[in-house]
């Protein structure tokens, strides 16, 4: 696994962005993005995704991909996703089956973007180190991560921190 790349894909509401991250958390090439929107579907984030990944893969010099981490706007649960108002047609889906159907023998976790944010400051950024920490993310919406004893928060609904 020392020598694998992670793949990380951000679905928000305007744009969907993928990039290769190597195990220290470092970016291992550039971020690629595509647009969003009320109109995109689990087909285009199917699609998207496939090419984002093939294209990323040719850039990684023979590294494995060792999983595929995936951020997405709205509440996320091990079913589909609820709560995303700015991705209509996507809302009510399972995201992880979708994008690991697009990227195959590759692990697959989804889980709320602002949990992901408020994850990546606590090992990487302002928050390394802390036991508890609070990620306020500014995008299209809003949203919130809450890391208590150093893990995140979901709650009993998956909806902790979720401020709209």
């Not at 689990?42 to 990944?53: F, G, N, S």
């Not at 060792?66 to 649960?77: F, N, R, Y």
């Amino acid at each position: 696994m020392a020598d694998s790349y992670f793949l990380g894909l951000d679905l928000g509401g305007t744009q969907m962005r993928m990039a290769a991250i190597t195990p220290a958390g470092v970016l291992a090439g550039d971020v690629l993005a595509v647009p969003t929107g009320p109109a995109f579907t689990p087909a285009d984030l199917e699609r998207h995704t496939r090419e984002l990944a093939g294209r990323i893969a040719r850039g990684m010099n023979g590294h494995a991909v060792a999983g595929l981490g995936v951020g997405a706007a709205g509440v996320v649960t091990d079913g589909p996703l609820t709560q995303a108002p700015h991705l209509p047609r996507i809302e009510g889906t399972n995201v992880a089956e979708i994008v690991g159907g697009a990227v195959p023998d590759c692990p697959v976790r989804v889980e709320n973007d602002a949990r992901c944010f408020t994850l990546a400051e606590a090992r990487y950024g302002a928050a390394r180190g802390a036991k508890h920490a609070c990620g306020l993310a500014l995008g299209t919406g809003v949203g919130c991560g809450v890391m208590v004893g150093g893990r995140l928060h979901r709650g009993a609904s998956a909806q902790a921190g979720e401020v709209w």
